[in-house]
């Protein structure tokens, strides 16, 4: 037997069977009851919705035979019913506005328009994708619409109808059709499988929704390509990636993860994602999603159980685990997660975006970085507290030799003790009369030489303004970023970008000159003025021309990305 498409077989055949588009369906029946239909219909709204089967339909009622007028339930049975869901009826005449889109075809139909119905009540024009035809067919058919014979009726379709010319907007009757509400299509897809007799959980049924995105001819036609996979194999896991879906047990692990702030675990898991193979850009959005429902069900149970569209099974742990974040972190994650996304555009790369959102959520805050560190350095100064003898003794041997060195001295950005200016005074004494120069002079050229490197490699410029100069051993100085600043730091410390910084540095100082990048609790996290590092003026992503400019160039150039514009 010739196989047809789900999409095709479960076709709504009547006003009844059409899903979603309730206030499209009472406003035509009470036309056909009243008897005041108009000569011309405009159906718009997102594609597989149900636009022009729910025209067929129109025509059905319009034609049906079991009685002498237009009736709300056509029989399905009378010669004009059958032809017409068959697709044979002569006087059902449909038309695709994106191949008929000339002048030709619509002097055809003028003249076509003229003739009786061969068979049927009215000749029905069902003209889909209205918007695609050209300014002289809309024309045209505007002379047809003007003074249409009585026995002609005119159904367009179109996903664009602000395409469509004002003048043929104006002669129609207009309706709007709407997405389709998620649990509609998950209760459609089930009398499918029921009927199919292909055995398949929510959780699927859920996920294959969602993957619609409210049409439910996507929905009917992702069933169509798994059904013979469930049917041969079986597994779940096999089939989420065949349609390239994230599934709720995927996104539960790692919303998990985050919850739970295990990192490690995170990362990996978004390698495994990218290893999959599955699009990770997908899988944010998914979940972004996913997130919502902690969002949703910190707000309030009944707020949750109303708004949010997962199977039963992961609305019961969804509610048990958001007992362990609160709903200023979902926030957090939620913006976090979205502010990888508008990022990835520009990048053009979602991974490290992704990971960035991760480790900046997971990761301790400098403000506790900070607190710990005062209570430290508190200790340390306090004269009175027998615990903090052991740093007073070393502060009086630094007093004592200005000509001490070590580790002690060369790892103080390291510790997590946070320095009094007094004690930073003593540790510059410590050093080689050498490496407090090349010290000064560093920290004095700081802002030139930042400024140099504006002019050459922008982006390396701006990561580099969070840093500063900590101190120098043997011509080799230590750069300080601040502990939430570890990805600007990341992104300097590359084989290429030290070379680089290395070379200006040693340019401007006229001698060979080293660098080392560490974290410090002793910087504060800043944050970066694009307008500042760009020169004097603020620059948008691109230039009048459409081209990327300098900034984002060099972005592209630290994380190996391409430029795309919103259109491509
Ligand atoms: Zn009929």
């Keep these: 037997m010739e196989y047809i498409a789900f999409a095709l077989k479960y076709r709504p055949q009547n006003f009844e069977e059409v899903i979603g588009q309730e206030h499209v369906v009472v406003s035509i029946k009470n036309a056909i009851l009243k008897k005041h239909i108009h000569h011309a219909y405009l159906f718009s709204g997102p594609r597989g919705t149900g636009k022009t089967s729910l025209?067929?339909?129109?025509?059905?009622?319009?034609?049906?035979?079991?009685?002498n007028a237009p009736v709300i339930s056509p029989c399905g049975k009378c010669v004009s019913c059958v032809e017409i869901a068959k697709g044979t009826s002569l006087d059902i005449i449909e038309i695709d506005g994106a191949s008929n889109r000339g002048i030709d075809e619509i002097r055809t139909l003028r003249e076509n328009v003229k003739l009786s119905p061969a068979h049927a009540r009215y000749k029905v024009y069902i003209i889909d994708e209205v918007h695609m035809l050209t300014q002289e067919a809309f024309n045209a058919l505007l002379k047809t619409l003007e003074e249409p014979p009585a026995h002609v009726k005119f159904i367009f379709a179109t996903t664009?109808?602000?395409?469509?010319?004002?003048?043929?907007?104006?002669?129609?009757?207009?309706?709007?059709?709407?997405l389709i509400p998620l649990e509609k299509i998950v209760d459609k897809l089930k009398s499918i499988t029921k009927i199919e007799g292909v055995k398949i959980t929510d959780n699927l049924l859920y996920a294959i929704s969602r993957a619609s995105g409210g049409s439910i001819r996507d929905a009917e036609s992702l069933l169509d390509q798994l059904v013979p996979v469930i049917v041969e194999k079986g597994s779940?896991?096999?089939?989420?990636?065949?349609?390239?879906?994230?599934?709720?047990?995927?996104?539960?692990?790692?919303?998990?993860?985050?919850?739970?702030?295990?990192?490690?675990?995170?990362?990996?898991?978004?390698?495994?994602?990218?290893?999959?193979?599955?699009?990770?850009?997908?899988?944010v959005n998914a979940l972004i999603e996913y997130l919502r429902n902690f969002l949703l069900a910190k707000v309030s149970v009944k707020t949750f159980k109303a708004l949010t569209d997962i199977s039963t099974q992961s609305k019961e742990s969804i509610l048990k685990v958001s007992a362990s974040i609160t709903l200023s972190q979902v926030l957090k994650i939620i913006d976090l997660l979205i502010e990888a996304k508008e990022l990835s555009h520009r990048l053009n790369t979602v991974r490290i975006p992704l990971e960035l959102a991760l480790v900046k959520f997971i990761l301790p805050q400098e403000s506790e970085y900070k607190k710990t560190a005062e209570k430290i350095s508190n200790l340390s100064v306090d004269k009175n507290n027998p615990s903090s003898k052991e740093i007073k003794t070393e502060i009086k041997l630094s007093d004592s030799d200005i000509k001490l060195e070590g580790d002690f001295n060369m790892d103080e950005d390291d510790s997590s003790v946070k320095k009094t200016p007094l004690q930073q005074e003593h540790q510059a004494e410590n050093k080689t009369e050498d490496d407090c120069l090349l010290l000064n002079e560093v920290k004095a050229k700081w802002q030139e030489i930042i400024t140099n490197m504006q002019k050459v490699r922008v982006?390396?410029?701006?990561?580099?303004?969070?840093?500063?100069?900590?101190?120098?051993?043997?011509?080799?100085?230590?750069?300080?970023?601040?502990?939430?600043?570890?990805?600007?730091?990341?992104?300097?410390?590359?084989?290429?970008?030290?070379?680089?910084?290395?070379?200006?540095?040693?340019?401007?100082?006229?001698?060979?000159?080293?660098?080392?990048?560490?974290?410090?609790?002793?910087?504060?996290?800043?944050t970066i003025d694009i307008s500042q590092s760009n020169g004097a003026s603020t620059q948008s992503a691109a230039d009048s021309s459409g081209q990327p400019n300098e900034f984002i160039n060099e972005l592209m150039d630290t994380f190996g990305g391409q430029f795309h514009t919103e259109d491509e």
């Design 160 to 178: 664009h109808p602000h395409k469509v010319i004002p003048t043929i907007l104006s002669r129609c009757q207009k309706f709007q059709f709407s």
């Design 459 to 526: 982006a390396i410029s701006s990561h580099l303004s969070l840093s500063e100069p900590l101190s120098s051993s043997a011509n080799i100085i230590k750069i300080g970023f601040s502990n939430k600043d570890y990805f600007h730091k990341e992104i300097v410390e590359t084989a290429k970008n030290v070379k680089f910084i290395e070379d200006l540095i040693s340019k401007i100082l006229n001698k060979k000159i080293g660098v080392k990048f560490v974290l410090s609790d002793k910087i504060a996290s800043k």
């Design 55 to 67: 025209a067929r339909i129109f025509a059905k009622a319009l034609n049906c035979e079991s009685e």
């Design 236 to 283: 779940i896991e096999d089939i989420f990636s065949f349609l390239g879906i994230i599934d709720e047990d995927t996104l539960g692990k790692m919303a998990g993860f985050i919850i739970n702030k295990d990192l490690q675990s995170a990362l990996d898991f978004v390698d495994r994602v990218v290893k999959d193979g599955k699009d990770l850009s997908i899988f």
